[in-house]
Every structure is written in structure tokens, then in C-alpha cells.
């Protein structure tokens, strides 16, 4: 797929590292599958991984975590 940001490069599967913050909470998932862009870096998430990753964000807003770094595990 052509990335929609720089309009450039193809995306190609890989792994991310996706950073979400929530009011005080920050959350960082290491080795997410991911479609990143051979330019630019963009990374595009398929539907079950952002499904997977929102819920692991929620966890840690709920237990009020400050910082938490997690792997990703499919």
C-alpha cells in the first residue's frame, strides 16, 4: 500500500513501537505488527492489533499507571 502521509514510499509488515498517553497515563507497546512505510517511518496498524493495543492501554489507565512499557504478545 502507498503510505497517505508522504505519499512516497510502500509500506511493507514490521514491527512498531506504538506510544499512547491518556490523561496521566503513558503507554508504550513494544514489537506491534504493524505496516511501516519504507520512507517515512509511518506505521499503519491492522484492525486486531489496534483492538489489542487499545485494551492494553486501558489496563494501565485503570491501574493509574504513571509510565508503563509493555511487549506486544499476539
Not at 508522504?6 to 509488515?13: A, D, L, N
Not at 506504538?18 to 503513558?26: D, F, K, N, P, S
Not at 513494544?30 to 486501558?58: F, R
Amino acid at each position: 500500500m502507498r503510505c497517505v502521509l508522504c505519499r512516497q514510499g510502500e509500506t511493507k509488515p514490521g514491527k512498531t513501537t506504538v506510544a499512547l498517553q491518556r490523561g496521566e497515563t503513558t503507554v508504550i507497546i513494544k514489537d506491534v505488527p504493524a505496516e511501516i512505510c519504507d520512507n517515512c517511518g509511518e506505521y499503519y496498524l491492522p484492525e486486531d492489533s489496534t483492538e489489542q493495543v487499545l485494551a492494553m492501554a486501558e489496563e494501565a489507565a485503570k491501574k493509574k499507571a504513571e509510565v508503563e512499557i509493555l511487549r506486544f504478545a499476539a
